[in-house]
């Protein structure tokens, strides 16, 4: 079935340096993505969302891509810092007339090395 | 403002015993979902509510798990009896309006292990 997925599980950088996420969607007919963190006994925490009429979006320190070519999408965040310490997880919404169903893939852990 | 808020942070039963969640919202936001992450893994949609109406339980496994939201702002998740592999997050979240395409809003969560 369509599913969000991610290529790493897990994302090792240097404190400082710049961190890249991925994540590959298989639906076309999403329309609407996010990008959560998630720290250990914690919820998931907004960071970013993007539609798909834009294929980039920037926040503090956070971009976001969508290439809607080859259903991708990206996190950056500049100048990683310990406390980016967390899961990641991207999600996407089918759409409006579905309601606000959020689909979420399986997670990067991002380790930051001070 | 306060956020979404939920209890217990952490429940541990044994099997076949019943359990209940409860999730306070986010003031004024109609919608309210009930998500389950398991170890590793993103969350995953149990029910969405519409104000007191729910509006997708497609993903509820209706022989042990119910749901209410009787006023249309607080909510239970009630699980009963319950088994090993209900051992997960049970995370409740709220957004504006639900009609698609905006950010949820999440609590922390209570961890459920099921002995």
Known sequence: GESVGLHLPTLSVQ???????????????????????QESGKGPQFIIDIRSNMDKRQGQRVTVLLNKTVKHLSLQIAATQPGDSAVYFCAE???????????FGGGTRLMVKP | EAGVVQSPRYKIIEKKQPVAFWCNPISGHNTLYWYRQNLGQGPELLIRYENEEAVDDSQLPKDRFSAERLKGVDSTLKIQPAELGDSAVYLCASSSHGTGNEKLFFGSGTQLSVL
Not at chain 1, 95 to 102: R, T
């Open chain 1, 15 to 37: 404190e400082g340096d710049n961190s890249i996420i991925n994540c590959a969607y298989s639906n076309s007919a999403s329309d609407y993505f996010i990008w959560y963190k």
């Open chain 1, 93 to 103: 919404n089918i759409g409006d007339n579905a309601g606000n169903m959020l689909t």
